[in-house]
């Protein structure tokens, strides 16, 4: 029985880390914002609300990209051999992304830190992983376990550290309308997770100011 649970959950992880066939039907999309308008008690043939319908659509493929898009086509020709053992950080990436309750963004920054385990990745890629996750509808815990375990798993890391800082405008704008709050997720993964050093010595470094600053 627990085997079964087990096996189930993997499936659905590797459906939802490597994308899917899934397609935006613009002209489906353009009519039902047209529909949403109407609900509204707006006038959709309005001068300010003629094309709006076309570039809600358009917003919304663009910001839901992220499901084309394909971890290893991402990586392919950009894991290089290396000796280096050292913890790697990119901080500050910046990402917007839309919570999958309300269909409002939810945007802020993305920590990452691995140990390297014979290979690295080119560090651009690290944005395009985060940015592959944020363009889809999510919960920030869900992109914060993916990211993660996209790292450890398609670079055999050592360990893997994600820290993500969020406002989220469905609490700023709506419900408990708290302006100021942020959002802090974390995935600690190997040796961030068994060894406590290692994950403060990650911590520290994302707390530190930019390059130059003293701490
Ligand atoms: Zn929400």
């Known amino acids: 029985m627990a085997k079964q649970g087990v096996r189930r959950r993997r499936q659905r992880k590797i459906e939802d880390v490597d994308g899917s066939d899934r397609t935006v039907d613009l002209d489906v999309l353009q009519s039902l914002v047209t529909e949403m308008l109407l609900s509204l008690g707006e006038k959709p043939g309005r001068n300010g609300l003629l094309k709006t319908p076309e570039r809600v659509a358009k917003a919304l493929a663009f910001m839901t990209q992220g499901y084309q898009r394909n971890i290893d086509h991402l990586l392919n020709g950009a894991l290089?051999?290396?000796?280096?053992?050292?913890?790697?950080?990119?901080?500050?990436?910046?990402?917007?992304?839309?919570?999958?309750?309300?269909?409002?963004?939810?945007?802020?920054?993305?920590?990452?830190?691995?140990?390297?385990?014979?290979?690295?990745?080119?560090?651009?890629?690290?944005?395009?992983?985060?940015?592959?996750?944020?363009?889809?509808?999510?919960?920030?815990?869900?992109?914060?376990?993916?990211?993660?375990?996209?790292?450890?798993?398609?670079?055999?890391?050592?360990?893997?550290?994600?820290?993500?800082?969020?406002?989220?405008?469905?609490?700023?704008?709506?419900?408990?309308?708290?302006?100021?709050?942020?959002?802090?997720?974390s995935s600690m993964l190997g040796a961030f997770r068994s060894q406590p050093q290692t994950r403060l010595e990650f911590l520290k470094l994302i707390r530190r100011g930019s390059v130059g600053d003293s701490d």
């Open 80 to 185: 290089f051999p290396i000796e280096y053992d050292e913890m790697v950080i990119v901080k500050d990436i910046d990402f917007f992304s839309m919570c999958e309750h309300h269909l409002l963004p939810f945007f802020g920054k993305v920590h990452v830190g691995y140990l390297p385990n014979k290979k690295v990745v080119g560090l651009s890629k690290i944005p395009r992983i985060v940015d592959t996750f944020a363009r889809r509808l999510q919960v920030q815990e869900r992109l914060t376990v993916q990211i993660a375990e996209t790292l450890k798993s398609k670079l055999n890391a050592n360990g893997v550290g994600v820290v993500v800082e969020a406002r989220h405008l469905c609490m700023m704008m709506r419900g408990v309308e708290k302006q100021n709050t942020v959002a802090v997720t």
